[in-house]
């Protein structure tokens, strides 16, 4: 007999449920009883910037005639959590009674990893699937602390300090979803292999089935191309454009089964001590008139059928 799915209203009250309890046991900690705002009016606002995909102050901004705390309020919360004894060290969790024993960014990667696990449960990921990595910046205005990364000064408004974070998401048209994260700072001693290792390393522990690897061309390197090959996944990272790149696009092109052209060539990248073998494809194509001409690295065999 097959086991049915909860209905997706159903799903989305109770992870909205679950999220937002799980917000509280992380805040209330941090809450004073004579604070002005309760850990649910600070749970609120993020929860629902979340849904609407904003910057909590943004949110805030767009929303001035409800009753919500600042941007700097929550972040002054959040300061306050990922500040607390024995938050940067991670202790492990075997379920929502053992959240409360360790708080800060621990119960926040903590809280992630659940929902993971309650969306497997659901059925939401029985296939493999496509992931993508990424770091993201959130910019900071309050004082400075080693939890921040320095930006450029152009990248923000009014700040050159953001917290940084490092996610692995599933991705497919209109849907993401977040399956790891991990929070940079500037002593952390984590690199771009490192960081790629411990995300997708995460997701599978999880039980996440990962189809392909797309990663960002920062992330362009051997040691990184090394650490999905030992994992023995695929990957896709766009070619930056220096002057072996530029070369390998003016070499002849064939043309696909979908009639675009495409060229490819084996190639070695080198970064440092270490050398990593990867094909570059070089793919251009002119959808509605207007040419794109895309080049990336790949361990994929790449040919005319499936380019």
Not at 80 to 92: D, F, L, Q, V, Y
Not at 273 to 297: I, R
Request: net charge positive.
């Amino acid at each position: 007999m097959i086991k049915q799915n909860s209905s997706p209203i159903k799903n989305v009250k109770a992870a909205k449920k679950f999220f937002s309890s799980s917000l509280k046991e992380i805040f209330s900690p941090v809450m004073k009883p004579q604070s002005r705002y309760a850990p649910d009016d600070i749970i609120r606002v993020i929860r629902n910037a979340i849904s609407v995909k904003e910057y909590v102050e943004t949110y805030v901004r767009n929303n001035p005639l409800t009753r919500n705390p600042s941007g700097d309020t929550i972040f002054r919360r959040i300061k306050g959590i990922a500040t607390e004894s024995g938050s940067h060290r991670r202790k492990g969790s075997e379920g929502m009674k053992k959240m409360t024993r360790h708080s800060g960014i621990d119960a926040i990667v903590d809280l992630i990893e659940w929902t993971v696990k309650i969306a497997i449960s659901n059925g939401s990921f029985s296939e493999p699937v496509k992931v993508a990595i990424d770091e993201h910046d959130e910019p900071y205005f309050g004082m400075d602390n080693r939890y921040l990364i320095g930006v450029e000064s152009k990248k923000f408004w009014g700040t050159n300090k953001a917290y940084r974070f490092a996610t692995l998401e599933s991705v497919k048209k209109g849907e993401r979803f977040a399956l790891s994260v991990i929070k940079r700072d500037q002593l952390d001693g984590v690199n771009g292999p490192k960081e790629v290792e411990i995300l997708i390393s995460h997701a599978i522990s999880l039980g996440i089935m990962i189809s392909i690897v797309l990663i960002d061309r920062g992330y362009l390197s051997a040691g990184v191309i090394n650490k999905i090959d030992n994992l023995k996944l695929k990957y896709i990272v766009p070619a930056k454009d220096n002057p072996k790149v530029k070369r390998f696009k003016r070499m002849a092109m064939e043309y696909s089964s979908s009639g675009f052209s495409y060229s490819t060539v084996k190639d070695i990248i080198s970064s440092g001590k270490e050398d990593a073998e990867s094909t570059f494809v070089n793919v251009v194509y002119y959808p509605e008139g207007k040419k794109h001409d895309f080049s990336f690295y790949t361990n994929m065999t790449v040919n005319k059928d499936n380019v």
